[in-house]
């Protein structure tokens, strides 16, 4: 087992540094699509959960975009990025090391929630919070859409 095993969750984490629940819901919209998860996924197998880590995407997206959205490193932000990696880390691990794969999706996520943070903030000094944000959505959606397609395997 190398690291390299480990790059999907890595680049999960990533993805949650930026937008905390599109790792969440790329995993939901790929389970909806019957693409199959090398870890185990317990929560995201659920109807309920399925919507709702969709819903929670979506309206994240639209969300940021508000003057009153908080930053995305204050707790509730960071426990969030942390509690979705942590599920989408685990879900793109080899079988048996889920634990591993959370691990490191979290210790992905976290340092870069605040330099992903930084760069938003000198992109909305230049060109505004909306365009800003739209840009980063198209960015980290893309980027969690292929690292979610190219980690799944389509059902049997």
Do not use: C
């Amino acid at each position: 087992m190398t690291i390299r095993n480990f790059l999907p969750s890595a680049l999960i984490g990533a993805v949650a540094s930026a937008r905390s629940m599109t790792p969440m819901a790329t995993i939901a919209a790929a389970r909806l699509a019957g693409r199959h998860t090398s870890g185990e996924l317990f929560l995201l197998d659920r109807p309920v959960f399925k919507a709702g880590a969709l819903a929670m995407g979506a309206g994240e997206l639209f969300g940021d975009k508000m003057k009153s959205a908080p930053d995305r490193t204050v707790f509730l932000g960071l426990l969030a990025r942390v509690m979705s990696a942590g599920i989408a880390g685990a879900a793109l691990a080899p079988p048996g090391r889920e634990k591993a794969g959370a691990a490191v999706a979290v210790a992905t996520a976290v340092p870069l929630a605040y330099l992903t943070l930084a760069g938003r903030k000198q992109a909305m000094a230049r060109i505004g919070q909306t365009r800003s944000g739209l840009i980063e959505d198209a960015l980290v959606v893309a980027a969690g859409a292929a690292i979610v397609a190219l980690s799944t395997r389509a059902g049997q």
